[in-house]
């Protein structure tokens, strides 16, 4: 599968945007979003299983940000809203062949097996 990430971009605090991730391949692997600050570790935001729309988020974004999925465009996105400076980062998207169950994006992490996006810049001023 290849993934193609676009819909960053600068947005002022308080604003919102809307993450798309297009997948060439299968529409039914677990798909979710990273980011990675400056300076700092890739970190989890948000995974969607493949067919029962199951979601997680990390704590940090939960309520803010939703993940949602149209399997029939094979597309993902994440709506982002009320950013903040500290949401400013480089967005990864990212897939994974295994089940929901087995997937490491269910759990909020990646593995070897991961397949990542080219990242998409939100910058967020303040």
């Known amino acids: 599968v290849q993934l193609q990430a676009s819909g960053g971009g600068l947005v002022q605090a308080g604003g919102s945007l809307k993450l798309s991730c297009t997948a060439s391949g299968p529409s039914n692997y677990v798909m979710g979003w990273f980011r990675q600050a400056p300076g700092k570790e890739r970190e989890f935001v948000a995974a969607?299983?493949?067919?029962?729309?199951?979601?997680h988020y990390a704590s940090s974004v939960k309520g803010q940000f939703t993940i949602s999925r149209d399997s029939t465009k094979n597309v993902i996105y994440l709506q982002a809203t009320s950013l903040k400076s500290e949401d400013t980062a480089v967005y990864y998207c990212?897939?994974?062949?295994?089940?929901?169950?087995?997937?490491?994006?269910?759990?909020?992490?990646?593995?070897?097996?991961?397949?990542w996006g080219q990242g998409t810049q939100v910058t967020v001023s303040s």
């Open positions: 990212a897939a994974d062949a295994s089940a929901w169950v087995r997937s490491p994006l269910s759990s909020g992490t990646y593995g070897p097996r991961t397949v």
């Open positions: 969607i299983s493949g067919t029962r729309r199951i979601t």
